[in-house]
């Protein structure tokens, strides 16, 4: 069955009770979340913060019509429709928004990379290729080390087209 993602509202400050009673009922979620530094009393933190404030994804199949399952599952405000009608978010974004983050959903930022780690390309004509990273450049610019035919080539690509590798 083709699966789809859509938009779902979690209550206030639900969203890992969301996250779980969705999973715990078989729904696939995705929650990406930002690393945000925040003041607690005089010191600065850093926290884990849902990057979209409020929201997040579940992946149904275009058949499930189990609406009130879902909104009425513990942390779940509701599911986002336009006019009453479920309508998915495109795949190109979701699929997008996947390679920016890391297998706990956290956003992977530049600031994140350093020189040497081992990336993947996603778009291009060296799609799927590895590279190293060599520098990082301030207007989200990539410069990757890359085996070509048994010399090191050095290209620039775009930060958002880049996933780390496994």
């Known amino acids: 069955m083709l699966k789809e993602w859509f938009i779902l509202q979690y209550k206030s400050n639900s969203h890992y009770k969301a996250v779980r009673n969705l999973n715990q009922q078989g729904y696939t979620t995705f929650l990406p979340l930002n690393n945000f530094t925040s003041r607690k009393n005089s010191r ?14 579940i992946s149904l199949g275009k058949n499930d019509t189990l609406w009130s399952k879902i909104n009425n599952t513990y942390g779940v405000s509701r599911l986002i429709t336009f006019n009453s009608i ?3 978010v495109p795949i190109n974004f979701i699929t997008n928004l ?4 890391d297998n706990s959903g956290k956003l ?3 600031k994140q990379l350093k020189k040497g780690d081992q990336i993947k ?7 799927n290729f590895i590279a190293t990273v060599e520098t990082l450049e301030a207007d989200q610019r990539i410069s990757v080390l890359m085996d070509l035919m048994g010399r090191k080539a050095k290209i620039k ?6 996933q780390l590798s496994d």
Do not use: A, E, H, W
Request: one cysteine or more.
């Open 108 to 110: 992977i930022s530049s």
């Open 121 to 127: 390309i996603l778009n291009g004509p060296f799609t």
């Open 86 to 88: 479920l309508k998915p």
């Open 157 to 162: 690509t775009d930060i958002n087209n880049i």
């Open 98 to 101: 996947m390679n920016r983050c």
């Open 44 to 57: 600065f933190v850093r926290v884990s913060q849902p990057l979209f404030p409020g929201y997040m994804f």
